[in-house]
Each structure stands twice: as structure tokens, then as C-alpha cells.
């Protein structure tokens, strides 16, 4: 058993640590007049965004459906877009782009790639890093916590 890693129960978060985290975000994500719209990455991403898009008064959210962990936590060969904002919406804004949890950044870096092409300014923000699992260069510009394990939001009921 020597060498083996053991990994870390699974973090279940409340409504309220989940209303504490998102306070934490917008305050290092700083003021929305920094920003002049929100990304959200689907799906783990819509909730903590549109409570953030509320607590910093952001009203242009737009969202990406991104896809690279499946139902049991198991990822892709690649990230899949199953939709993604038109460029010109994107091009010259200043664009938040937010999602629940960075564990690889694989999801991250996939998206924020997409907003440079188009033209946008992407700021990344995250409610967990996990800055021992990432596999890209990118890291989140803000984030309100770090983790080494799973984290269970309470929007995932049933999973």
C-alpha cells in the first residue's frame, strides 16, 4: 500500500457556505464595472455566476455549454462545446467568465481560449481550486477557496 494516495472524502457545501463562497468571490473578482458581461460554464457554473452576476449588479450573462466530466466524475478525451457564444458578442468586452469548481483547468482553459479568439478580455473566477490537480499553465484569476477533494454543491441534489 506504500505509495498509495487515499483520497479525500468528499466536501458536501450548504446553501449557506455556498452564499459565504460566492460573497468571498466577489470580492476578489473586485467591481462589476471591471466587467462588461459574465460567461457562465454550464453546468456547475450557472448557479455560483448568476449569484455572483446578483451580488456585483452584472445583468449581460451570457452562457457556454461545456462538457468534460461526465455524470460519474469521469472526463473526456477533450472538451466538448455543445454551444458557445457568437464572437462578436464576446469581441472587445470584458468578459468574467465563471464556473463552480478548477480541478484539471481543462474546462477553463478550453473556454478562455474561445474568448481570446473572439476577441475578449476573460477574467477567470472559481468558487474551488484545486491548484494540486491542475494540468494547464492557466490559473484562475480569483477564487474563493481551495480544495484537494471532491466538493458536492447543494444544486447537485441527487448526485
Same mark, same amino acid.
Given at each position: 500500500m506504500s505509495g498509495d494516495r487515499t483520497e479525500p472524502a468528499p466536501a458536501p457545501v450548504s446553501w449557506a457556505e455556498l452564499d459565504e463562497l460566492v460573497a468571498r468571490l466577489?470580492?476578489?473578482v473586485g467591481r462589476a464595472e471591471e466587467y462588461d458581461l459574465l460567461l457562465a460554464v454550464t453546468r456547475g457554473g450557472l448557479v455560483p455566476a448568476g449569484m455572483l452576476a446578483y451580488r456585483l449588479g452584472i445583468r449581460e450573462i451570457l452562457v457556454a455549454a461545456v462538457e468534460y466530466y461526465d455524470d460519474e466524475g469521469? $472526463? +473526456?478525451?477533450?472538451?466538448?462545446?455543445?454551444h458557445f457564444p457568437?464572437?462578436?458578442l464576446l469581441r472587445g468586452q470584458r468578459v468574467l467568465v465563471v464556473?463552480?469548481?478548477w480541478e484539471t483547468g481543462a474546462t477553463m482553459a478550453a473556454v478562455v481560449e474561445r474568448v481570446r479568439a473572439?476577441?475578449?478580455? @476573460? $477574467?477567470? #473566477?472559481?468558487l474551488h481550486y484545486k491548484p494540486g490537480r491542475s494540468l494547464?499553465?492557466? +490559473?484562475?484569476d480569483a477564487w474563493a477557496a481551495t480544495v484537494d477533494g471532491w466538493v458536492v454543491? @447543494?444544486?447537485? #441534489?441527487g448526485r
Open positions: 466577489a470580492e476578489a469521469e $472526463t +473526456r478525451d477533450e472538451v466538448l462545446f455543445h457568437d464572437a462578436a464556473d463552480e469548481v473572439a476577441g475578449g478580455m @476573460p $477574467t477567470i #473566477a472559481v494547464v499553465a492557466e +490559473r484562475p454543491y @447543494p444544486y447537485k #441534489a
